[in-house]
Structure formats: C-alpha cells, structure tokens
C-alpha cells in the first residue's frame, strides 16, 4: 500500500520540541496549506495540518524555523487513538514527517512585515545581497536598473532591458 503525503505551507507556530523518557525528541508543530480554490467570497481558504517528527530532524527543525515560515514536508498519514482523563477515546490523525525542506532564506521573515527596514543581507563572500529583480547589481549592491524602458519591472526577474541574449552551444548544460 502507499501512504506518502507531501505538504507545503507555513507553520501557525514555532515548533513544540519535547522529549520521550527514553530520550527521543519529538517535534510537533501545525502547517497552514492553502487550497487551489477560492471560496464564494473570493477568499482563499486553508487546511490546518497537524504534523510530528521525530528524534534529529526534529531537533533542527526547531532550530531553524519559526511561527510564519515556508516548509515543505514529506512524510505520511498515521492515525492513533488514546484515552483522555475523561476517558472518552479520542482520535488523532497526523503526518509523521520524515523529511523536510526549508524554502525560504532563514532570515526572511523573521522581523515580521518591516522587511523594508531590514538591512541589506551578507553572503559568504562578504557582499551584501538584495532583492534586486529586474535589475543589476553592481559590485557595491546598488540598482542598475534600465530607466530608458518606462516599465518599472522591479518585481519582475524576467523583465530586461529587450537586449538579445548571446547563447552558444557550450553554454548549455546538455
């Protein structure tokens, strides 16, 4: 039988890390996936998926994200029942992730909705980096956008300045 599911959306909270009495850790945490369809309203809705992984991955999860990150996830469908206090049986079904990927850098986000305060990011090789779509950078970080075109295309990596691009064979990967 197959039981995969593969998931991606963002996490309604930070991850809840505990440990077993043997010493496993075991992350528990809830993904906001949307659906493909909008409502009568025209409003998107969401489903709330109730994931748990386990023992390291577990660990770096929690290390690495937090309430409103994008994360894919792999794993599959389990169902489980318990007793509460009350003793009444209750059910629970989950995804028990046995995989997962990060899919935005782990700074985005983190300053909440001021993104346009945040200082420009360093990578690796010292250089700061920005979201500079539409444009070139030059060595310093500053936009070298075509202002000739009239289109402010900023948002936009695959406007250009309608230059032809000079592509040879031993260019391409194939």
């Known amino acids: 039988m197959i039981n995969t599911v593969v998931l991606t ?74 007793e509460n206090k009350q003793g009444q049986r209750v059910y629970v079904t989950e995804v028990v992730v046995e995989n997962f990927t990060l899919l935005e850098p782990r700074n985005s986000g983190q300053s909440g909705n001021n993104a346009g305060n945040q200082a420009p990011q360093q990578n690796p090789f010292g250089t700061p980096q920005s979201n500079n779509f539409g444009g070139q950078a030059d060595h310093n970080g500053a936009n ?23 592509i040879s064979d031993d260019d391409l990967p194939f």
Not at 12 to 18: E, I, S
Not at 144 to 166: E, K, L, R
Request: aromatic letters at 8%.
């Open 144 to 166: 070298q956008s075509n202002p000739s075109n009239g289109n402010d295309n900023s948002a936009d990596p695959f406007a250009g300045s309608g230059d032809q691009i000079d």
């Open 9 to 82: 959306g963002r996490l309604t909270r930070d991850v809840d890390l505990r440990y077993t009495q043997s010493g496993a850790a075991v992350g528990s945490f809830t993904l906001a996936v949307d659906r493909r369809f909008t409502n009568q309203n025209g409003d998107r809705e969401a489903d709330f998926v109730n994931c748990v992984i386990w023992r390291k991955s577990a660990e770096n999860l929690a290390n690495f994200v937090h309430k409103g990150s994008l994360l894919g996830v792999e794993g599959r469908l389990q169902t489980r029942n318990y």
